[in-house]
């Protein structure tokens, strides 16, 4: 909400709209951000002798291609296109003109704000262990987007912080209230780290335009990842 609110003021106050180069650095330095901060959360959940690491390893790679076959299977993925694709053509509408008002700048950048991974997986992983830094990058980010969405719908678009706040604020408190007391070994709560790290760290090919990754099919892996680490005892 701050990151939204921050980037929205910034650009009310704002002579004129962020050049393409600044943009193009902000995004290469939040894509750099962004892969060091995942790779960051997996080194740090991992442990132990080198045949431990290797296991843990395997079971967040495994994760990671079930938890993607299950989201596809589900077509998470092509529902949030969808969806995208509806936002996308409000944005169009909007830009041109034929639909501007401070209803649909709300819906759409709301439904812009909700539809990203991160926010999720940075719920997720504050209702865990309290670790804020992946929502701190959606933050950045968000703000980032606020700049260019403030300028075509107004301040009255700062309002779709309230619906980031109920959909990662729930996220967060019914991991923490409901999820973690049931992950009491640290080794299971770990697993979750290891598995998230990777999928922040990848959403960093998406950010530098790279390549194309169906993100949200990953999400499923965050179940995996502490079931495998409890029938196979990975220290």
């Known amino acids: 909400m701050a990151g939204i609110c921050l980037g929205g003021i910034a650009g009310l106050t704002l002579a004129r709209s962020l050049s393409e180069r600044t943009q193009r650095n902000a995004k290469i330095v939040l894509g750099?951000?962004?892969?060091?901060?995942?790779?960051?959360?997996?080194?740090?959940?991992?442990?132990?002798?080198?045949?431990?690491?290797?296991?843990?390893?395997?079971?967040?790679?495994?994760?990671?291609?079930?938890?993607?076959?299950?989201?596809?299977?589900?077509?998470?993925?092509?529902?949030?296109?969808?969806?995208?694709?509806?936002?996308?053509e409000r944005l169009r509408r909007a830009q041109s003109g034929e639909s501007k008002t401070w209803k649909d700048g709300v819906k759409t950048t709301a439904l812009l704000y909700c539809l990203g991974p991160l926010g999720v997986v940075g719920s997720i992983q504050?209702?865990?262990?309290?670790?804020?830094?992946?929502?701190?990058?959606?933050?950045?980010?968000?703000?980032?987007?606020?700049?260019?969405?403030?300028?075509?719908?107004?301040?009255?678009?700062?309002?779709?912080?309230?619906?980031?706040?109920?959909?990662?604020?729930?996220?967060?408190?019914?991991?923490?209230?409901?999820?973690?007391?049931?992950?009491?070994?640290?080794?299971?709560?770990?697993?979750?780290?290891?598995?998230?790290?990777?999928?922040?760290?990848?959403?960093?090919l998406v950010i530098l335009d790279l390549r194309k990754i169906p993100l949200v099919n990953l999400l499923p892996s965050l179940i995996y990842a502490p079931l495998f680490t409890r029938w196979w005892g990975a220290a």
């Open 32 to 88: 750099a951000l962004v892969v060091y901060t995942g790779l960051r959360m997996t080194w740090d959940a991992v442990g132990g002798t080198l045949i431990q690491v290797i296991k843990q390893l395997g079971i967040a790679l495994l994760s990671l291609s079930l938890g993607n076959l299950t989201g596809t299977l589900l077509r998470f993925q092509r529902t949030v296109n969808r969806l995208g694709k509806l936002a996308n």
């Open 126 to 204: 504050q209702g865990l262990n309290g670790e804020w830094q992946t929502l701190g990058l959606k933050g950045a980010m968000d703000g980032l987007a606020g700049v260019g969405f403030v300028a075509l719908f107004g301040w009255p678009m700062l309002l779709s912080t309230v619906a980031v706040l109920i959909l990662q604020g729930t996220l967060t408190l019914a991991t923490q209230y409901w999820v973690a007391p049931h992950l009491l070994d640290r080794n299971l709560i770990d697993a979750v780290q290891a598995t998230s790290g990777l999928m922040v760290a990848s959403v960093s």
